[in-house]
Nanobody, 122 residues
Framework: VQLVESGGGLVQAGGSLRLSCAVS????????MGWFRQAPGKEREFVAA????????YYADSVKGRFTISRDNAKNTVYLQMNSLKPEDTAVYYC????????????????WGRGTLVTVSS
């Protein structure tokens, strides 16, 4: 299973970005998917999660109401729509896949992408 993130970049505070994560390999709908991020000098943290059939989602408190996770199982892709971005959202964003555990456990994800950098200027 390979995960490839895209859509990162530089945006002004208050702006929006949509990240994508394309997944290849085994049947995509088997996996629960998550977005995580790591800011410079900080530990990787959870951002958002979506279950395999997209029946359930949950978010970190810091992004609730601003970010939306979604998935298209026909396209083997998971998305993270990020609105009202803040400078503190600056980080490398990673998507990850988990075959069974729900809710997601950051240290137990099965597969990780390499990340995409999001920089929010003030």
């Amino acid at each position: 299973v390979q995960l490839v993130e895209s859509g990162g970049g530089l945006v002004q505070a208050g702006g929006s970005l949509r990240l994508s994560c394309a997944v290849s390999g085994r049947a995509f709908s088997v996996y629960h998917m998550g977005w995580f991020r790591q800011a410079p000098g900080k530990e990787r943290e959870f951002v958002a999660a979506i279950s395999g059939r997209a029946s359930s989602t949950y978010y970190a408190d810091s992004v609730k109401g601003r970010f939306t996770i979604s998935r298209d199982n026909a396209k083997n892709t998971v998305y993270l729509q990020m609105n009202s971005l803040k400078p503190e959202d600056t980080a490398v964003y990673y998507c990850a896949a988990e075959g069974s555990r729900w809710p997601l456990v950051i240290d137990a994800m099965d597969y990780w992408g390499r990340g995409t950098l999001v920089t929010v200027s003030s």
